[in-house]
């Protein structure tokens, strides 16, 4: 059974960073890309980073391109998102997700930037 487990969202003020983490589990996480979503309330789901299944190539929405970084550790089986620089557009639910079984989604982790 394929879970993704998302950590590290919280309050942070604008201009702070947060690192948000993806632990996967069943199935094999080093042979699949993985990407983090965002949804703000009343927008639609967007694609904020992807990396490739070695972490050889990444890359990025425009809006936080410079800002964000994606990584994974395929020891671990978890995947990161560091995201430095937040504005208050950032504000979303987090989501990670997997193409492995046509596509699996984690239940998401809360990023609110707020002063």
């Known amino acids: 059974q394929v879970q993704l487990v998302e950590s590290g969202g919280g309050l942070v003020q604008p201009g702070g960073s947060l690192r948000l983490s993806c632990a996967a589990s069943?199935?094999?996480?080093?042979?699949?890309?993985m990407s983090w979503y965002r949804q703000a309330p009343g927008k639609e789901r967007e694609l904020v980073a992807t990396i490739t299944r070695a972490g050889g190539s990444t890359s990025y929405a425009d809006s936080v391109k410079g800002r964000f970084t994606i990584s994974r550790d395929n020891i671990k089986n978890t995947v990161y998102l560091q995201m430095n620089s937040l504005k208050p557009e950032d504000q979303a639910v987090y989501y990670c997700?997997?193409?492995?079984?046509?596509?699996?989604w984690g239940q998401g982790t809360q990023v609110t930037v707020s002063s």
């Open positions: 997700y997997t193409s492995y079984n046509d596509g699996s």
């Open positions: 069943g199935f094999t996480f080093s042979n699949y890309r």
